[in-house]
């Protein structure tokens, strides 16, 4: 008996040195991971995948990550799909942000991306979205619009340039 509950001291006194080793794992890990390339072509899937490794490299904090991409413009049905993540988009700015909350776009077509962010933030009350983080991911050309239209909410700001 003293032998069994000497050894559930030693393993819950050993839990927080174990995953202090592991949280300096993660930290050499991240260090070490390749840099992003954004794909050269308009193909969804490739850029799903780029925009999904772009976040996760930069979750950090986050409790809940929304991101918010879009298909190809020349492709069939790109309106509607636009308007249906625009909606989405929308009603998340509407519900007012909740500290954690990761909220990112991005695509193949920055201007687009940028024209869906600028529009969810459109009737965004100021001030609302404090502790929320918005990423960009596109060209720098865009960002300055998308960074003027988030601002106000109170969100902090972050772009992403996708090379």
């Not at 459109?122 to 929320?132: D, H, R």
Request: overall charge negative; aromatic content about 6%; charged content about 20%.
């Amino acid at each position: 008996m003293k032998t069994t509950t000497r050894l559930m001291l030693i393993a819950c006194l050993s839990l927080p040195v174990l995953a202090a080793c592991s949280k300096q794992d993660d930290k050499t890990a991240a260090v070490a991971q390749a840099p992003l390339a954004a794909p050269t072509t308009n193909d969804g899937n490739a850029w799903d995948t780029y925009l999904t490794q772009v976040v996760n490299r930069h979750i950090e904090g986050a409790t809940s990550v929304y991101l918010y991409t879009l298909p190809d413009p020349a492709g069939a049905d790109f309106q509607g799909n636009y308007d249906r993540q625009l909606e989405k988009a929308q009603g998340d700015v509407a519900r007012g942000g909740v500290e954690g909350t990761l909220l990112a776009y991005g695509s193949q077509n920055s201007a687009k991306s940028a024209d869906l962010a600028v529009a969810s933030f459109a009737q965004a009350q100021p001030g609302m979205m404090k502790g929320v983080r918005v990423m960009f991911i596109g060209a720098q050309a865009d960002s300055d619009r998308v960074k003027a239209a988030v601002e106000p909410s109170g969100a902090k700001y972050e772009f992403i340039e996708a090379k």
